[in-house]
């Protein structure tokens, strides 16, 4: 399984970006996941920041409001709308399953700066 993220870039504050995350998955377990999006900053650990599931979808605190989540099962895509970026958001963003972790893809860069 592969899992291929993309749609990071720099953006002024208060910008916003898409970003995009593709599992390649022979089967149908990505359509079945609970699946998140994780952030890592320099000098910290990985962190989720939303996930999407059956049961709902969740955020942490700080992104609510300002991040959506969705997905497409036919399309085994996951997607992060962010909008009113700030600076703390600068980060590798990652996607993955919640439980049950596929091999990490290689994230996409996400700079939020002035």
């Known amino acids: 399984v592969q899992v291929v993220e993309s749609g990071g870039g720099w953006v002024q504050p208060g910008g916003s970006l898409r970003l995009s995350c593709v599992v390649y998955d022979s089967g149908s377990i990505f359509a079945i996941s609970t699946m998140g999006w994780y952030r890592q900053a320099p000098g910290n650990l990985r962190e989720v920041v939303a996930h999407?599931?059956?049961?709902?979808?969740s955020y942490v605190d700080d992104v609510k409001g300002r991040f959506t989540i969705s997905r497409d099962n036919a399309k085994n895509t996951l997607y992060l709308q962010m909008d009113n970026l700030k600076p703390e958001d600068t980060a590798v963003y990652y996607c993955?399953?919640?439980?049950?972790?596929?091999?990490w893809g290689q994230g996409t860069q996400v700079t939020v700066s002035s």
């Open positions: 993955n399953k919640v439980i049950g972790k596929y091999d």
């Open positions: 999407m599931g059956r049961s709902g979808l």
